[in-house]
């Protein structure tokens, strides 16, 4: 029945690098669910970070350009129901059962829009507040896993007070605890935007000036040598693992932009075979990661197998790790037994669930 359907605002664009891809993930999603179960409403959030939302999708988008939404006022205010719903609610209008943040990056993967959605106790798909904003930054996810004894790549972060005001000692104390080669990261950011492999002072200097570009701080790691692999992980308390994958990166000293997104620059091996001892391992670090982290949903934990003793070193989690039916995460999961349009309803269903559990919260004192 037509209406029994549950609404989904799916919520794409973004104030970020990531707008591009995250156009791509939402013409991805949108034409593989279902719509005999879910009324989907689509809002882009251009680069301006105007909410934009568009009438509701009836069948497959041929273009991604499609979802490219026009300001319009009147559409703009129909966001505004969201907060204050009015009465009668029109279709544009009506607040959704869930909200489907496809963002990723700044000003959408890192917390902010969970925070509205929590204001305005709309349930969302994904982590909440803390979880996603401390894995956006890189620095404090860092420190998270490592009060959690969970092994990372050594690291320093440098703020652009401190690079401004006294660049050699940064300098210094960066060869004395990391050395060469070293990364060199915004520590807010995504898609390998703004990273470097620096071998030298002079490539030091360069990159920390061109990450500052992307952020006011910055994470220096020391390079791990060894093998990219993601799992998947999916759940708010009882967690599962997707098999493992394995980037290999080609023409490129590392998983940079251009190999991410260019056709044939890089190949996923899924599943990738690990021998039972590395696989427990990884899988063990990675529900003790995303828990350790207080996340919820999904996230794609990305470690490097390091070479010299194959152990695990935690390299990052995502919270909205790329999500085309052509992503690692979603390939992932599929290769687990779960197809992409499933993987949506699960991810609908968690957030649902995660929403329930919190109006048992009292928010006033119990007497
Ligand atoms: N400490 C490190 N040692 C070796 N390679 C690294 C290290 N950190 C990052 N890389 C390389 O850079 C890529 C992007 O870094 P990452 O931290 O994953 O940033 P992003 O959030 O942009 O994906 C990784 O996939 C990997 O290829
Ligand atoms: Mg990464």
């Known amino acids: 029945m037509a209406n029994e359907r549950k609404t989904v ?22 034409n593989a669910i279902n719509l005999k179960r879910y009324r989907v409403l689509p809002v882009y959030i251009n680069q301006d970070g105007r909410w934009i939302p568009g009438s509701e999708i009836t069948g497959k988008l041929e273009s991604k350009d499609q979802l490219l939404l026009h300001e319009n006022v009147k559409a703009e205010r129909a966001v505004e129901h969201w907060i ?25 993967e890192d917390g ?24 956006m930054d890189k620095v404090l996810m860092k420190d998270v896993l490592k009060t959690h004894k969970i092994q990372g790549p050594d690291y320093l972060s440098v703020s652009r007070f401190e690079w401004e005001s006294d660049a050699p000692s940064r300098i210094l104390a960066i060869k004395r605890s990391i050395g060469y080669p070293c990364f060199v990261k ?7 935007v703004g990273i470097s492999k620096c071998v030298s002072e002079t490539e030091l200097s360069a990159a920390i000036t061109e990450a500052l570009l992307y952020d006011s701080k910055v994470i220096v790691e020391e390079h791990i040598n060894g093998r990219e692999i993601e799992i998947g992980v999916l759940g708010n308390h009882e967690l599962s693992v997707s098999v493992p994958g394995e980037i290999i990166t080609k023409n490129a000293a590392f998983y940079d932009y251009q190999s991410k997104y260019h056709e044939g620059n890089s190949t996923l091996v899924i599943p990738v075979h690990l021998s039972e001892k590395v696989l427990a391992e ?18 794609r934990v990305d470690v490097f197998l390091r070479e010299k003793d194959q152990s695990i070193v935690v390299n990052e989690l995502n919270t909205m ?34 929403h329930d559990d919190k109006q048992k919260i009292h928010y006033r004192i119990q007497c």
């Open 186 to 192: 915004p520590a807010n950011g995504g898609s390998s």
């Open 282 to 299: 990884l899988e063990e670090t990675a529900k003790r990661a995303f828990a350790a982290l207080n996340l919820s949903g999904l996230a």
């Open 112 to 135: 902010t829009v969970q925070g509205l959605m929590e204001l305005l106790n709309l349930a969302y798909v994904g982590s909440g507040v803390a979880g996603s904003s401390v894995c």
């Open 321 to 354: 790790p790329g999500f085309t039916q052509f992503s690692m995460f979603p390939l992932l999961w599929q290769h687990t037994g779960l197809s992409y349009p499933q993987l949506i309803e699960t991810l609908i269903d968690l957030g649902l669930q995660r």
């Open 84 to 108: 204050a719903p009015s009465s009668p609610l029109d279709a544009t209008s009506a607040r959704p059962d869930i909200v489907f943040p496809l963002l990723h990056g700044s000003n959408g």
């Open 9 to 30: 605002a799916v919520l794409y664009g973004g104030k970020s690098t990531e707008h591009e891809i995250s156009l791509l993930t939402a013409f991805s999603v949108i």
